[in-house]
């Protein structure tokens, strides 16, 4: 039997844009209790309302940085005063700074890519495995990446922060084992969110050549697959899956049509 989403509580980091607000509206849609972070706080209070719109029975919203472990324990307490239990952690916050290569790139950027994408996960499953039922159904969802899998020039830092995530949700399936905590992580390749404009800096027209004239995945694909995982039947775990989109065969092979 499938495992019942209706009523339940998910908190999804990184969810004012791309993976995490599309995620938000499509576990809205299945009726669950909703807690969101991230930074921007106008963005996030739009995507709760979105989420609400498609039919969360409660969404809850609060700043989150999870690069720091003092936001994340305040975060954290402040989740407690929502509820005692969660169903569903999804650790989505994360990106990437910068496409330079190892000679040239800065400090800064490796830090800000290995802080969210690594320490913010471990820090945010930390904070929230007191909270996640030991029940037969409840998920840990951590949102990877293809460049956890394949290296690219100029993503060193940031193929190895997914890697490295890769290698969290391996040592926390094996933490979790007998817990009946579920472990996953959901790793895309090319997907036209906000992501290329966060590591470009805000350089639009560098951007959208990233998905010219090739049909990326969207946000909402994402989110219908964290959907589908969690609402597995309680016995199953989806340890991995590497999402792309057709055009995609592989990192350095990506069908883009000529202009018209
Ligand atoms: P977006 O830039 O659209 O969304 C990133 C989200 O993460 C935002 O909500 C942002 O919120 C949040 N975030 C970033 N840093 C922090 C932080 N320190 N603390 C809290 N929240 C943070 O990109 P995507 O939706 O594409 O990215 C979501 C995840 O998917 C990331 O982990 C990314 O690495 C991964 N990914 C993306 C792919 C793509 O091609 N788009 C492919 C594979 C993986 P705010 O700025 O408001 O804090
Ligand atoms: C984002 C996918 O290939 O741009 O994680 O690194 S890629």
């Not at 609400?52 to 307490?77: C, Q, R, Y």
């Not at 890519?113 to 930390?126: A, E, F, I, K």
Request: a positive charge; charged letters at 20%.
């Amino acid at each position: 039997m499938n495992y019942d989403l209706h009523s339940k509580w998910v908190l999804i980091t990184g969810a004012s844009s791309g993976f995490g607000a599309a995620a938000a509206r499509a576990f809205g849609a299945k009726g669950c209790r909703l807690l969101l972070g991230a930074r921007r706080l106008d963005r996030l209070q739009a995507s709760a309302e979105a989420a609400k719109a498609a039919g969360a029975i409660e969404v809850w919203h609060h700043p989150l940085d999870v690069a720091s472990t003092a936001s994340v324990n305040n975060f954290m307490a402040w989740v407690a005063t929502k509820t005692q239990g969660l169903d569903v952690l999804i650790n989505n916050a994360g990106g990437a700074h910068g496409l330079d290569p190892v000679a040239t790139a800065t400090d800064a950027d490796w830090e800000a890519m290995l802080q969210s994408n690594v320490l913010g996960v471990l820090r945010m499953t930390r904070g929230a495995l007191p909270f996640l039922r030991k029940s037969e159904g409840s998920s840990i969802i951590n949102i990877g990446s293809y460049a956890g899998h394949v290296a690219y020039e100029g993503g060193a830092a940031y193929c190895a922060a997914k890697a490295g995530e890769r290698k969290i949700t391996q040592a926390l399936r094996l933490e979790l084992s007998g817990t009946g905590i579920r472990v996953s992580t959901v790793d895309p390749g090319l997907a036209e969110t906000e992501f290329s404009l966060v590591r470009f800096k805000g350089d639009t027209a560098r951007a959208t050549k990233t998905y010219e004239g090739t049909q990326p995945l969207t946000a909402d694909d994402v989110a219908e697959t964290l959907v589908w995982i969690a609402g597995r039947p309680a016995h199953v775990n989806i340890d991995e899956l590497l999402i792309k989109c057709v055009d995609q065969a592989a990192m350095h092979k990506v069908h883009r049509r000529p202009r018209a």
